[in-house]
């Protein structure tokens, strides 16, 4: 399913863009030094490159979702400037024909078999774990964009698409840092048990972990990739949160 959640969130976004006035893309994102003209150039390449990176077999071994991702901190500098070397000084309505194209390349490969690894610009991975990294991408940011024009009617998240975003988030936690010591919950989708970032404390073997911490897939999405801070989060209830370790400030952003 992830592959077709991936167009249909994509399909969101092209929709978005259609009603958005075109003075507001200039206007300044919750992204600092991106406006929302760059952000739109950044799902532009994502998309160009699902499509591009989904029909390219690599002969290694692929790496996790987990390890793949762990590579982005020291890459976001580059990530920045292509995002805005892309969208530049076009016009609206270029940007929207970019997007446009680059979803049409995007669905068509979509409808093919994913490969066991691909050549990712981070590395190889498998084919799965590609498309879960873009749609990671297009779900944090469709949030980013409804963020940045509060005025505008939000990007509507496709539940198969968050649903995605989120349990892959989780798993890389999970894999990250491992353990039974706490178990984090952001139903409907997932619940997963991990450790803290200097082991897994107290073991746990049976039953419900001592540490429990539950969150909305929103939220979660927000805090695995720096967009709300964990003490701002359990300030606004929006994370519950029980037990003497039952705490991810260290472990987040994931991103």
Avoid: K
Avoid at 146 to 175: F, H, I, M, Q, W
Avoid at 230 to 238: E, G, P, R
């Amino acid at each position: 399913m992830t592959a077709p959640a991936l167009v249909a969130q994509a399909e969101n976004v092209q929709g978005w863009l259609a009603a958005l006035p075109d003075e507001e893309f200039d206007a300044p994102s919750v992204l600092e030094g991106w406006n929302v003209r760059d952000l739109v150039g950044h799902l532009v390449l994502s998309l160009r490159g699902y499509a591009a990176v989904a029909v390219t077999a690599s002969p290694e071994r692929p790496v996790s979702l987990a390890q793949y991702t762990a590579q982005y901190r020291a890459a976001a500098a580059e990530i920045s400037g292509l995002a805005q070397d892309a969208a530049g000084r076009s016009s609206p309505d270029a940007l929207r024909s970019a997007f446009a194209e680059a979803l049409a390349g995007a669905r068509a490969a979509a409808g093919a078999e994913p490969l066991a690894a691909v050549a990712g610009p981070r590395g190889p991975i498998s084919g799965l774990n590609w498309s879960r990294t873009r749609i990671i991408e297009l779900v944090v940011h469709s949030d980013d964009l409804s963020r940045s024009v509060p005025a505008v009617a939000a990007v509507e998240l496709v539940r198969p698409a968050l649903a995605d975003a989120v349990r892959g988030l989780a798993g890389v936690l999970a894999e990250r840092y491992p353990g039974r010591s706490v178990e984090v919950r952001v139903p409907p989708f997932v619940a997963v048990q991990c450790g803290g970032i200097d082991g897994d404390g107290p073991r746990h073997t049976r039953g419900t972990p001592p540490n429990v911490i539950e969150t909305d897939p929103v939220t979660f999405l927000r805090l695995s990739a720096g967009r709300v801070r964990w003490a701002d989060a359990i300030a606004a209830a929006t994370v519950r949160a029980s037990g003497n370790r039952a705490d991810l400030s260290r472990q987040l952003p994931l991103l």
